[in-house]
């Protein structure tokens, strides 16, 4: 009866539809936008795709700690499964692809097919348990891992280190995700290797990768970053070796069976990306890489390794080509005694921030640049930056000093 209904969220709960007694056969549907579970952990997967095919507008699904659940499925139906199962024996597609179709169907969650022209926005947080069916062309009559979610926007996938564990298993040209995708967060998912199975997606504009494997490299950013590409915010942290492949002359992958066309980097005047966050410190510090972001980087926070106690001079001459730079931040050095030379040449920074650098002596003997409007300073307790830093109040617009 709750006709005006938008917003639904279970926490906690065994059931969230019980029996409907006599009207077991009544159709009802609610203009439901957005379903947040949590916790659910009597429930299975089928009774959830069922309490989901009663929300025809839905738009926002998020998933989180559901203890049954242990295999997503898009673009498949129970028929679909079923016979997949049936050629398992015949050694006709993988062993992990063969596990999935073993799985019990309380195990498996059947995203109905409605949601293919109206979700916007998934969340699926903290399942460890939780695997991505194998893309369907492995298994009868085709399709091919989220991407049958076609207006799909916005995607978090946060805690689920075994969701793409089947992509052991690619395809040639396979790419996981819907193009359509302008917003893609993934922490602590892990298995990709390389960020070629994202270079479909064109249109986003924010990508965030957390500790997402110490292998993980950067291969295959280059279309995301140009020719058409619109990513203008990056952050990358937990894969300290991710700038480690920079190619400047980074391959697409082929659109069409057969293609094998290069795409070249063009002019870093064709790059969009704007805001990048990271703590692979030496592999972006590099002169390539620099020069690239050069026009369009603004915004800049570099975390530290604990280990480490300088910038090489071959790192500072790579930073000083960031010359778009308007923020700057220094996060979490443990051991850094020195903040780069050369900050003066960064002629267009506004804002200088120094967080949780307990041992950096001073700031840059060659000075600040003039164009610097605000400095933050914080967690850093070195008696020597204090009293420096307190002699620049006044003549900086906006400085916060917190030791």
């Known amino acids: 009866m709750l006709t005006s209904l938008k917003t639904l969220i279970a926490e906690s709960s ?219 915010a990056l952050i990358v942290y937990g894969s300290p070796r991710f700038f480690a492949d920079w190619d400047t002359n980074p391959r697409r992958l082929p659109q069409d069976e057969g293609e094998q066309q290069l795409e070249l980097l063009s002019s870093p005047s064709s790059c969009n990306l704007q805001k990048l966050w990271t703590d692979d410190v030496v592999g972006l510090l590099a002169m390539p890489i620099c020069s690239f972001l050069s026009s369009s980087l603004t915004q800049l926070q570099l975390s530290g390794t604990k280990e480490m106690e300088r910038f090489s001079k071959k790192q500072e001459d790579a930073l000083h080509l960031l010359a778009s730079l308007q923020e700057l931040e220094f996060f979490g050095f443990d051991k850094l005694q020195h903040l780069p030379a050369g900050l003066h040449m960064l002629t267009n920074l506004k804002g200088l921030q120094v967080a949780r650098c307990p041992s950096v002596l001073s700031l840059p003997k060659d000075g600040l640049p003039s164009s610097l409007q605000k400095l933050d300073v914080w967690d850093c307790g070195n008696e020597k930056l204090i009293q420096q830093c307190r002699g620049l109040v006044g003549t900086i617009p906006k400085a916060r000093l917190e030791f």
Not at 36 to 58: H, I, M, W
Not at 122 to 135: F, K, M, N, T
């Open 14 to 232: 065994d059931a969230l539809v019980g029996p409907l007694g006599d009207q077991g056969d009544v159709q009802w549907q609610l203009p439901v936008e957005h379903i947040g579970v949590q916790e659910l952990c009597c429930y299975s997967g089928k009774d959830l795709a069922e309490l989901l095919t009663n929300f025809p507008r839905l738009s926002k699904l998020e998933i989180m700690e559901i203890g049954k659940m242990t295999h997503l499925a898009v673009g498949l139906d129970q028929q679909k499964m079923t016979s997949a199962g049936s050629v398992v024996e015949k050694d006709e597609i993988p062993p992990a692809v063969a596990a999935v179709a073993r799985v019990k169907e309380d195990g498996v969650l059947l995203l109905p097919a409605h949601l293919s022209n109206t979700l916007r926005e998934l969340v699926i947080s903290h399942c460890p348990e939780l695997v991505l069916v194998a893309p369907p062309a492995l298994l009868p009559d085709g399709g091919g891992w989220l991407q049958a979610l076609r207006c799909l926007q916005r995607l978090k996938l946060k805690d689920t280190p075994k969701f793409l564990s089947t992509y052991l298993f690619p395809l040639p040209s396979c790419c996981l995700f819907p193009s359509s995708l302008q917003f893609l967060e993934l922490s602590g998912v892990e298995g990709m290797g390389t960020v070629e199975p994202l270079s479909n997606l064109t249109s986003l504009t924010l990508l965030e990768l957390r500790n997402c494997g110490k292998g993980l490299r950067c291969k295959g950013l280059g279309p995301l970053l140009t020719s058409g590409g619109q990513l203008s």
